[in-house]
């Protein structure tokens, strides 16, 4: 490795200040000149790269309103506006919105939750061949079982290589038969490209049977390209409302019993109306990022992310990714680039700010940061993705005009290459114990030789634990306590030499 690179990767570890965030200016997707609030944007792409946003539009007060859309074929530069439905009654509170996916052949496949056969809320469907420009007949996606009798909320839609739909939605069959006590995730399925749907099947296979699934929060699936599915979505067991993650092997047919992805729960006798996003890379890990007030952080907001491997039926290592508690964070989206190698989060805050965190390999290039656009105006509901080349697209909902609005943006700073992110590793060089104690959090790092080092301690954002110099080949180190656990860095300088190593911070002596 160069002293160019060494450089490069020292100021990546630790702050992330070499990489020079490029914006390019908000561009306005709705064109609705009046004074209506539009809401609750969602953006996908397809496979060509053209870009795609859905939104409510002009909410009631009981946040109904129509639906729109508008497609991007010039990278974001511009946008054309369509009405989906008119007349969809779409709900735009906490999460919901016009949840859609784009498949292999371009086709727009659009669900949403709403009022349309009375005071019954039903998930609807609706499909467009040419770029959103027309749209089939609003349908419900009720099986025989249901006939619009029984209430449905939150839903989510996900396609795979096949163009195969699954979509994930609340049920709550059982309670309004008093059956039980809970409502439950169910999915259906369509292959036939949306114009029928399958009987429901429950998703929410939970320990022991009891429980289900969180009546007030969001949920959401995605598929691999063969069918395997991963539907993340926030439990209601006797008032524990913890982070669950339901997969099924055989496209929907059956689900294996449920993974608990949190390590603290959440007792909450009320409605957290805050649900899980999900994200999934090429090997069929799953990518998770969520928002909970866990008992064990004395009710204090904070936004998690963990990391499943496909398969694996542990709970996962939870890593609090937000800067601080005050800021109250809320409703994360997640999006994945090159093999998983980088990894973006966007969230709002209390005041509706919107902020923003990119890392590479696990460590971060951009710490826990606002995004100014249009300057201080409310944000809130943010999108992201990245484009083919790596270029960051973002999406909120902003008051910056009117009651809202819908605005994209795009990063274009490009991202490091291959060589720039790996650090070495030296022979010899180790950390131990390692996992060590949050209550005890000491560690001898050993090394070739007794030349003069500096070693500094970080967590995944950057933010410095310790810096110590070091002149020998075994030294302890001890860290401040209490140390949250989770996941941090132990990088030594060492002339013209870097070596870093994971540590891991856990409850357990």
């Known amino acids: 490795m160069n002293m160019k690179n060494i450089a490069i990767l ?9 990489f020079a965030q490029t914006y390019t200016m908000p561009v306005r997707v709705n064109q609705d000149k009046s004074l209506r ?8 792409l397809d496979h060509d790269g053209n870009i795609y946003v859905s939104w409510v539009g002009g909410p009631d007060a009981s946040g109904n309103g129509d639906l729109n859309i508008a497609v991007s074929t010039d990278r974001g530069a511009t946008f054309a506006e369509t009405v989906v439905n008119a007349d969809a009654k779409c709900n735009s509170n906490f999460q919901r919105g016009g949840e859609f996916v784009v498949d292999t052949k371009g086709t727009i496949h659009l669900v949403w939750v709403a009022n349309r056969v009375g005071t019954q809320p039903d998930v609807w469907y609706t499909r467009s061949t040419d770029k959103g420009k027309t749209w089939t007949m609003a349908m419900s996606i009720s099986d025989a079982d249901d006939s619009s009798k029984y209430a449905q909320d939150f839903p989510s839609i996900a396609c795979d290589s096949s163009d195969n739909l699954y979509v994930s939605f609340l049920d709550s069959r059982e309670t309004q038969r008093k059956q039980s006590a809970y409502v439950h995730l169910s999915l259906t399925r369509s292959t036939n490209g949306g114009m029928s749907w399958s009987s429901h099947t429950k998703a929410d296979v939970l320990p022991n049977g009891v429980g289900g699934t969180c009546e007030c929060c969001a949920e959401h699936i995605a598929s691999s390209p063969d069918g395997h599915l991963f539907i993340v979505f926030r439990s209601n067991i006797n008032n524990v409302r913890d982070i669950w993650m339901a997969r099924s092997n055989d496209k929907g047919l059956t689900f294996a019993p449920a993974l608990n992805v949190m390590t603290g729960d959440w007792n909450i006798a009320d409605c957290p ?3 899980p996003n999900i994200a999934l890379d090429d090997s069929n890990g799953a990518h998770i990022v969520w928002r909970d007030s866990r008992d064990n952080n004395g009710g204090t907001a904070h936004l998690f992310y963990a990391t499943v491997a496909n398969g694996s039926t542990q709970t996962p290592m939870n890593m609090m990714i937000d800067a601080s508690g005050a800021q109250t ?8 680039y090159d093999h998983h190698r980088f990894v973006v989060i966007t969230y709002e805050t209390f005041n509706y700010g919107m902020r923003y965190i990119l890392n590479a390999n696990g460590a971060p290039l951009v710490n826990n940061r606002p995004i100014d656009a249009n300057n201080n105006s409310a944000k809130s509901f943010s999108n992201v993705l990245f484009a083919a080349d790596g270029t960051r697209y973002l999406c909120w909902q902003d008051a910056v005009t009117d009651k809202g609005d819908i605005y994209f943006m795009k990063e274009t700073s490009p991202l490091p290459t291959s060589d720039v992110a790996v650090s070495q590793t030296a022979r010899g060089w180790s950390l131990y114990p390692n996992p060590l104690s949050s209550a005890h959090p000491s560690f001898t790092i050993t090394r070739e030789g007794s030349a003069n080092a500096s070693v500094v301690v970080v967590d995944l954002l950057g933010r410095e634990i310790i810096h110590q110099d070091i002149n020998r080949e075994q030294t302890t180190i001890t860290l401040p306590t209490p140390l949250p656990k989770g ?3 132990v990088i030594e300088h060492n002339g ?3 070596y870093k190593g994971k540590l891991t911070v856990t409850d357990r002596d």
């Open 487 to 489: 996941m941090y860095y």
């Open 496 to 498: 013209a030499e870097v």
């Open 10 to 18: 020292i100021s990546l570890l630790l702050c992330g200040e070499v």
């Open 273 to 275: 109306v805050t649900g």
């Open 37 to 44: 609030a539009d809401r609750a944007p969602i953006m996908k």
């Open 329 to 336: 964070p809320n409703y994360p989206n997640i999006a994945l």
